[in-house]
């Protein structure tokens, strides 16, 4: 099957991202996979958060060369925020069985939608906006735009795969037509997150951290609708060590450096193989709201500390190694973004709390493959042949 795999953006550096892994899986599997993207940064440096801009093409030829995967980078020649348009390789459009595209809120795969629909391709759409920001008028000005980029692509796609509920809610909200709704989570490589008990040993004893001290991690970009400081004072009156690994925003670090001094450890953005380490060295990994480092921690039989959600109930239902603390209606943007009144530090620290009573042996740990990319690979698979399937 030729696939041709088409965003705005793509960071050859980060196997996490859906391009990066769906790409690497589907040529795995044995397709004919093309990636089609711009030339620019995921951070834009007109955002109000101010964060270093990366190099998106800093592993081009290592992708490329461990994947197999035909790489086009296409120059970006208008950006604002999240929205980029550069010139679309017809010729690609035209070549392929199925054209899968992922968010339409960066407008040049509003464009490729259409055209592939002019050329008759069958188009499947990932869709991971989860709600609208409307605190102010340039928020509000730029959730309208969204809508009506996602609102003319939904005219053109076969099936939405999303990988919340609050996703598919967002879309049906703004398609203009029923179109079939996938849940689709995003798998983890278990050649690249396992359980490792050296590499945990080693960690830890490289950071001075006792092999029987209880040890929380909050990993990835840091902003202020994750409530950084409040986790950071609930691991302190539950008695954990916190490790803060990733990018912290400009006024997260304003407000963590008016907290009383603690013992916190601050390590910058990690690679994956790093990353790794930092999840088993971790007994729990925090999560504040929805990220695809969920499946990263859980592959590495790290226990997670979740919010209670429709969708953590749903996705995890009983497994022991997830604990959710709070409820569902203290989110105003499901899994995302918190109601402004509500305050999660007293639901973590209690959470943490029982934990210390119920945390297992580490000799009991082991790397877990519910969530594995080569699962969730067959099944975008399966999906591609029932659109192929069907009249066009």
Known sequence: MRILVASGFFESELPSYREYSYCQQLAAAGHDVTLMCGDASHIWTGSRVKLKPTQPTARDAEFVAETGVRLFRRHVFLRYSDFVLYRPLLAEIRRADVVHLIEFRTGTTVLIAALAKLCGKPVVYDHEQRGDRLATWYSRADSLWRRQLIRIGSLFVDAVRHTVLAN?????????????????????????????????????????????????????????????????????????????????????????????????????????????????????????????????????????????????????????????????????????????????????????????????????????????????????????????????
């Open 168 to 392: 598919r809610e967002h879309f049906v909200s703004c398609s203009l037509r029923k179109v079939e709704t996938v849940f689709a989570p995003l798998g983890v490589d278990p050649k690249r997150f396992y359980y490792d008990a050296a590499e945990r040993s080693a960690w830890r004893q490289r950071h001075g951290i006792a092999p029987d001290a209880p040890l929380a991690v909050l990993t990835g970009k840091m902003q202020a609708t994750k409530r950084v400081p409040e986790v950071v004072m609930a691991c302190r009156q539950a008695g954990w060590r916190l490790a803060l690994v990733g990018t912290i925003a400009e006024d997260v670090r304003a407000a963590l450096a008016a907290l009383p001094p603690g013992d916190e450890l601050f390590i910058q953005q990690v690679p994956a193989h790093e990353l790794r380490a930092v999840y088993n060295a971790a007994d729990v990994a925090i999560f504040t709201t929805f990220t695809l480092s969920w499946w990263e921690a859980h592959a590495t039989g790290a226990r997670l500390l979740v919010p209670d959600s429709m969708f953590s109930r749903l996705v995890f239902g009983d497994t022991a190694e997830v604990t959710r603390y709070g409820e569902p209606e203290m989110f105003r943007i499901p899994d995302e973004e918190y109601q402004p009144q509500v305050h999660i530090d007293a639901p973590l620290a209690a959470a943490l709390a029982a934990l210390r009573v119920q945390q297992p042996a580490p000799q009991q740990r082991g790397s877990q493959l519910r969530f594995s990319a080569q699962t969730q690979a067959q099944a975008l698979i399966e999906l591609y042949q029932r659109v192929l399937a069907r009249p066009s």
